[in-house]
């Protein structure tokens, strides 16, 4: 079955320093891959996606992601973080196959001032 | 734009009661979706439409119904609420299935 693998469920950062964090799917056929975030007290929004192209995408805020295919990866990287950076963050896959949107169990970053 | 409205933004239900969580858009968004998020477990699709008058299931659909009667409603009925059912509810849409979904404030139910 399709799967999205978060292996960091909670992250605790200082200011400055460099966050990367980890998603890997498990579907095997054409996918379309998003971040989406989700601020204390606010609603899930999109931080960035990749549907084909360069696999190094930017995203808003100065966060991007690399889609390695080989590894089925789609890991999300921000070079200095910032406190209002504290969130809880999700890995989605889109499977053109199964027509269904699949979301990893998430990570809570907390970064700290 | 209002965007993504759902209501209510709280719930509480006892066992066996049903109830209808609605959801509406008015960005004239073909697909929209239902999820529920459960600690630990991220956001798991619940069943999902992509236009009036079409409806599929998602990954955790039993015990849930939806319909699409416009483009702009897609409400999520429980039958009969069970203690399993406590979670936390977001609606979401966007103008085709693979773009950017847009969610809702969430709808957080609790079955007694």
């Known amino acids: 079955a399709q799967s999205v693998s978060q292996h960091n469920h909670h992250v605790i950062l200082s200011e400055a320093a460099s966050l990367e964090l980890g998603c890997n799917y498990s579907y095997g056929g054409t996918v379309n891959l998003f971040w989406y975030v989700q601020y204390p007290g606010q609603h899930l929004q999109l931080l960035l996606k990749y549907f084909s192209g360069d696999p190094l995408v930017k995203g808003i805020k100065g966060f991007e992601a690399e889609f390695i295919k080989s590894k089925f990866s789609f890991n999300l990287r921000k070079p200095s973080v910032q406190w209002s950076d504290t969130a809880e963050y999700f890995c989605?896959?889109?499977?053109?196959?199964?027509?269904?949107?699949?979301f990893g169990t998430g990570t809570r970053l907390k970064v700290l001032a | 734009n209002a965007g993504v409205t759902q209501t209510p933004k709280f719930q509480v239900l006892k066992t066996g009661q049903s109830m209808t969580l609605q959801c509406a858009q008015d960005?004239?968004?073909?697909?929209m979706s239902w999820y529920r998020q459960d600690p630990g477990m991220g956001l798991r699709l619940i069943h999902y439409s992509v236009g009036a008058g079409i409806t599929d299931q998602g990954e955790v659909p039993n015990g849930y119904n939806v319909s699409r009667s416009t483009t702009e409603d897609f409400p999520l009925r429980l039958l009969s609420a069970a203690p399993s059912q406590t979670s936390v509810y977001f609606c979401?849409?966007?103008?085709?299935?693979?773009?950017?979904?847009?969610f809702g404030p969430g709808t957080r139910l609790t079955v007694l």
């Open positions: 979401a849409s966007s103008l085709t299935v693979t773009d950017t979904q847009y």
């Open positions: 960005m004239n968004h073909e697909y």
């Open positions: 989605a896959v889109f499977s053109s196959g199964t027509y269904k949107y699949i």
